[in-house]
């Protein structure tokens, strides 16, 4: 069957770095989604890849590795905001679109 | 402001009856998505539609049903609601045909709870 790990809850310092792993085991990779997700908000576009390597976008940068079926999100100068949910999301062979459960991250002062 | 709309926001509902939660998007996006998000799992989609006039069944489809009469609305019914039904459900679009190939954007979610 078609799978995505992430972790379910972590805690952060403000202020600090914080990476956020995600494996995945599906028929077929045509890309992998990060999506930010605030309690009680819609999921909001983060970032794609679809090659191997480091996509920076600001604070946030994630990493592929299609060898390994291997990404993170990496977050950096955390802030009380980055308070949320964060899903990560492949699409397979079929461009079907393979949800992780998502990791609730908690930030403290 | 541009954007996807859902409609109701919250909603109790009584085993048996039919429900109709409505979306609205104003971005002229082609493909739209109603997914449900259950605690510990993740996003799960209902139906699809790839452009308007066509529709698709998703992963979990049962007792749901979908049109997509024009571009800009996407309605989900239940036609005879169950507790198992009880989620949220998120309305999304996209400017891509397919799924997994495009950035998604999405509504900020109807919560339904069947008694």
């Known amino acids: 069957g078609q799978n995505i790990d992430q972790p379910t809850e972590m805690t952060a310092t403000e202020g600090a770095i914080v990476q956020i792993n995600c494996t995945y085991q599906?028929?077929?990779?045509?890309?992998l989604f990060w999506y930010q997700q605030h309690a009680g908000e819609a999921p909001t576009f983060l970032s794609y890849n679809v090659l191997d390597g480091l996509e920076e976008k600001g604070r946030f940068s994630s990493f592929l590795s299609r060898s390994k079926g291997y990404s993170y999100l990496l977050l950096k100068e955390l802030q009380m905001k980055d308070s949320a949910s964060y899903l990560c999301?492949?699409?397979?062979?079929?461009?079907?679109?393979?949800w992780g459960a998502g990791t609730k991250l908690i930030i403290k002062p | 402001i541009a954007g996807i709309t859902q409609a109701p926001t919250s909603q109790i509902l009584a085993a048996g009856r039919r429900m109709t939660l409505r979306c609205t998007q104003d971005m002229r996006h082609n493909a739209m998505y109603w997914y449900r998000q259950d605690l510990g799992l993740g996003l799960r989609l209902i139906h699809y539609?790839?452009?308007?006039?066509?529709?698709g069944k998703g992963e979990v489809p049962d007792g749901y049903s979908v049109s997509r009469a024009n571009t800009d609305d996407f309605p989900l019914t239940l036609a005879s609601a169950v507790p198992s039904q009880t989620s949220v459900y998120f309305c999304?679009?996209?400017?891509?045909?397919?799924?997994?190939?495009?950035?998604?954007?999405f509504g900020e979610g109807s919560r339904l709870t069947v008694l």
């Open positions: 999301a492949v699409t397979d062979s079929n461009y079907q679109l393979i």
């Open positions: 999304a679009s996209s400017d891509s045909y397919r799924e997994g190939t495009g950035e998604l954007f």
């Open positions: 599906t028929s077929g990779f045509n890309g």
């Open positions: 539609s790839n452009t308007a006039g066509t529709t």
